[in-house]
């Protein structure tokens, strides 16, 4: 014989874990960010930036390796669920935005005709929020001529935290962005990066 409960237990057994999943979808929501660079002037080269050998900037690539090229870290602010932190706009963007922006800030010698390129490739990119934002950056540059031979690659690194307000906007583009100039300031930092600019010459241009 059925048991007559038996319906409205199964429903009520159904809400329930409707509930729960809604309420998990929802925990796991990304949060996310439009990058854009936020320049800080105080962070600059010890030694001029200003080399005679100009080069040009070349491709910004994303060799981190994910599924996701969008997911830049997770948050877990305290009282919170942990949340992926995922950028709206694509990385490679505001590197090359950061290296025009911080260059042409430092008045560097390029040109984007120059006989040289420096391409960036985006190794690491690694948000964490608990007690504040927190993030690791790592590029190699490779400087090369116009035909891909590398003439000089190193990597650099760097990172940055802010405290404040929990999944802010504002808090993890303030840390990324000073990040990732110290990061242009390590590459500018290196002597056998500028002595790498001193041994190629330019090719003289033909006149008119």
Known sequence: MTKPLAAPRTRATVALLATFWTARAIAVEPFR?????ASEKDIKPETPARMAT?????????ERGLDDPMVLGESQA??????PVVSRTPVPEFVEQALRTSFA???VNESSDADLV?????????????????VDLRFRFLLEDRKGNVAWQAEVAADDGVWGSSLSEKNYLQALSTATKRAF???FDKTDFRAALKK?????????
């Open 118 to 134: 420096l391409r960036c490739e985006i190794l690491q990119i690694s948000f964490m929020e608990q007690h504040r934002v927190a």
């Open 78 to 83: 305290k009282g919170r669920s942990p949340r």
């Open 33 to 37: 960010i439009t990058l854009r660079f």
């Open 54 to 62: 100009p080069f040009a900037i070349g491709r910004v690539t994303d």
């Open 200 to 208: 190629i010459k330019p090719t003289p241009r033909p006149t008119p």
């Open 185 to 187: 300031v390590d590459l």
């Open 105 to 107: 800030e430092w008045k």
